[in-house]
Every structure is written in C-alpha cells, then in structure tokens.
C-alpha cells in the first residue's frame, strides 16, 4: 500500500510547564485516548499493512501505571510485531526498570528521551523536569531492559536565551559519557512561552 508509518496521537496536554513550549497554551487540559482505541488504531493499519507507528505523545508516561504501562502491555501481547518512534521526547526521570522493559517488549527500536541541559541550573529554568540523577536512573534501566548505546538519544536544546555553547558542550560530553547518542534540538521562540515574554 506504500505507507511507510502511521503518526499515533495517543493525548493533548502536559502537566509539566516548560518554559520553552508552548503544550500548556494550545492545551491546557489533559485529555488522553482510551486504551482499547490505541491499540484498535494498531490493528486497523497492521491489516492494511503498516507496521511502524510514531508516537506523538508529550504526556506519555504520566502517571504510567494508569496509561502507558496498560497500553505497552497490549502492545507486546499483539500477535504480530510492532515498530514504535518516539519523536517527543520520553521523560527521563520516569523510565523505571519495568517500564523500560515494556518499551521493549511493545516494539520500541530506539528510545528518545529529554534531557535538555546537564546544567541543574539550566534544568531549573527550563522546568525542572529532570536531574541528572533520574536521567542516570533512566538509562540504566533501559540498558537492562536491552536496548544498546546507539539505541538510546538524548535530547539537548540549544540556543537557549544566555546560553554558551560551552554549556551545550558539557551537556554533550555528559551524554556521551553515559555511552547513548545526543541528540541537538535548536531553540526557538515560540509566542506563549513563558521564555518567549521574558525575552
């Protein structure tokens, strides 16, 4: 049929209130798909003959035990295999060793996640979402769970208002010294952001 993946829309929202996105403004609430009708969603192209599906999600892993560890779980049970592509970032500090474990087994290739700065400060005035302890926390598992080095991308925003590209460097040399690949995502203005009116 000639369609190379299906884009999979699994919730609008985020609880979480960087100051670089502008989620919150174009969704204030949270609003996620029934489970039964992500998985539904699969079936449907998987007899039309796609296999691989990218997941646009900036909440997945909310509260997982509720939606993204249900939904993996039907996944993986799936008769046939799946090929899962996580352009939004995956929230490091919440990847424990099951949930690490279900992406693999559910069909994810590689796991991209969001580390941002390596620079708690940096960390801090971007949203806080992470620390380098729980980014750690998150590879390991998900070394256990086994997805290699090159199976592993962190993101790093770059161009952030004040920010040397020394800093964006040490991010760098941080992610390579956990042995997964950096992944740089470029900084841009967007109205509605709480950087975009300070700036």
């Known amino acids: 049929n000639g369609i190379p993946f299906v884009p999979m829309l699994t919730s609008y929202g985020c609880i979480y209130r960087c100051t670089y996105c502008a989620t919150p403004y174009m969704h204030p609430n949270i609003v996620r ?8 969603e699969i079936n449907y192209w998987h007899e039309r003959g796609v296999n691989r599906y990218v997941l646009y999600d900036d909440n997945f892993l909310y509260r997982s035990e509720l939606y993204a560890k249900p939904i993996l779980e039907q ?5 046939f295999p799946v090929d899962i592509y ?3 970032a995956l929230n490091g500090a919440l990847i424990d060793e099951e ?3 279900l992406l693999r087994a ?6 991209r996640i969001g580390l941002e700065s390596a620079d708690p400060l940096v960390q801090k005035l971007t949203g806080g979402k992470v620390s380098l302890k729980g980014f750690k926390t998150a590879v390991e598992a998900l070394f256990n769970s086994g997805f290699r080095h090159s199976e592993i991308v962190a993101y790093i925003l770059a161009g952030l208002p004040n920010q040397r590209w020394e800093d964006v ?6 992610v390579l010294g956990l042995g997964i690949q950096p992944y740089i995502a470029e900084y841009t203005p967007i109205p509605h952001t709480q950087l975009f009116d300070k700036f």
């Open 169 to 174: 460097k040490r991010s760098i040399d941080y």
């Open 106 to 111: 559910a069909g994810f290739k590689e796991v």
């Open 99 to 101: 949930l690490a474990l």
């Open 33 to 40: 798909r029934r489970q039964e009708s992500v998985v539904k």
């Open 75 to 79: 996944i993986a049970s799936l008769p």
């Open 86 to 88: 996580n352009p939004n």
